[in-house]
């Protein structure tokens, strides 16, 4: 089964005349639809998707930096955060009768 995931990428240390293909290539791996091109980083902005069928998160993270050194012709930093929508952390908030007393009063 395909887990889900929200996904933002960073590139850094990658040559700007390679920029267009290192877009297509996240592109090809992530449905990534808008770009923060700064000086010295690319940012894919966050977008929601799911892994391949049976792949795990190192095997797309090495697949997808094996593809971005490819469009850059040489190395580059590739950073992905990486957020399992399928059980990401979640927080219950409680108030008790205690909580009421406390709050009411002000």
């Known amino acids: ?6 996904i933002v990428a960073e590139i850094s240390g990658y040559d700007k005349s390679r920029e267009a293909a290192i877009k297509r290539t996240l592109k090809d791996y992530w449905p990534f639809r808008t770009w923060d091109d700064m000086d010295t980083m690319l940012i894919a902005e966050y977008a929601r998707c799911t892994l ?3 792949q795990d998160e190192e095997e797309f ?3 997808v930096a094996k593809a971005v050194w490819a469009a850059n012709g040489g190395y580059c930093k590739v950073r992905l955060h990486m957020t399992c929508l399928d059980s990401y952390p979640t927080a219950v908030h409680t ?4 909580h009421f007393e406390r709050l009411k009063a002000g």
């Not at 089964?1 to 929200?6: I, Q």
């Open 1 to 6: 089964m395909s887990r889900r995931y929200g």
């Open 52 to 54: 391949g069928e049976g």
């Open 61 to 63: 993270v090495n697949d």
């Open 95 to 98: 108030r008790e009768r205690e």
